[in-house]
């Protein structure tokens, strides 16, 4: 393997770690800080994302009980770490897709990048308009909540649905390293499918439901992108 393609497949293992820290810091907070309320709205399991697809009347109840105000805050600063992370992430991974020797493949990796961008520029939105309510108290920071975290989960689920073919064929690996592939790439074929249209169409649930193949991406990831630094 040519020493470059090394560091970006190195470099990828680092940002893999990070977003792994940061995906355990998330629940970790949540579990010693959030008081769940009586129920969740929109039929999802996680109060961040809740929060996310808030549309009126605006799910107040969800911020009342506890410290569950100055939660939802804090998990917005957290995922100011966990955006350049994921950020890093994808954007490594699409210039080690850029570099397959299928075309249409290696095509794909650009668009990633561009999605990518503008996933986390919607991201930093979304955050900015949630710490408007939990900070500022500025209610009608409620408004521009959802149709900045549709677009960020839009574009998010399209780069993994789009960057499935690598796993799928990459090349030069070993055994237990294309088994990872090949389980990161039906990951990334269930997740981004069904977490795209979700998003498109405004499914609230089917976005809770695309969020957890890539639980099993986030352990994956690591051990993956280590062994493919060694090659065979």
Request: glycine letters at 6%.
């Amino acid at each position: 393997m040519h020493p470059r393609a090394r560091t970006v497949w190195l470099l990828a293992f680092a940002a893999s770690l990070a977003v792994l820290s940061f995906g355990v810091w998330f629940q970790v907070s949540l579990a010693q800080h959030w008081t769940r309320p009586a129920a969740l709205p929109y039929g999802v399991n996680n109060p961040v994302l809740a929060m996310q697809m808030a549309k009126p009347p605006w799910p107040v109840e969800i911020l009342t009980p506890g410290q569950n105000m100055a939660e939802m805050a804090h998990q917005q600063y957290i995922d100011f770490g966990y955006i350049p992370s994921y950020v890093a992430l994808f954007i490594l991974i699409a210039i080690l897709q850029w570099s397959s020797d299928r075309r249409w493949i290696a095509a794909l990796g650009p668009v990633c990048l561009v999605l990518i961008l503008i996933a986390a520029s919607y991201d930093v939105a979304e955050n900015l308009a949630i710490l408007g309510v939990t900070e500022q108290h500025n209610w009608a920071a409620w408004a521009s909540i959802r149709p900045h975290s549709l677009v960020k989960w839009a574009c998010a689920f399209l780069v993994i649905l789009l960057q499935s073919p690598f796993y799928l064929t990459v090349r030069g690996l070993s055994t237990f390293a294309r088994l990872l592939a090949r389980i990161l790439g039906v990951a990334a074929i269930l997740a981004g499918l069904l977490g795209f249209l979700s998003s498109i169409a405004g499914y609230e649930k089917g976005i809770g439901m695309a969020t957890l193949p890539l639980l099993v991406s986030m352990l994956a990831m690591p051990p993956f992108l280590l062994l493919g630094s060694r090659g065979r």
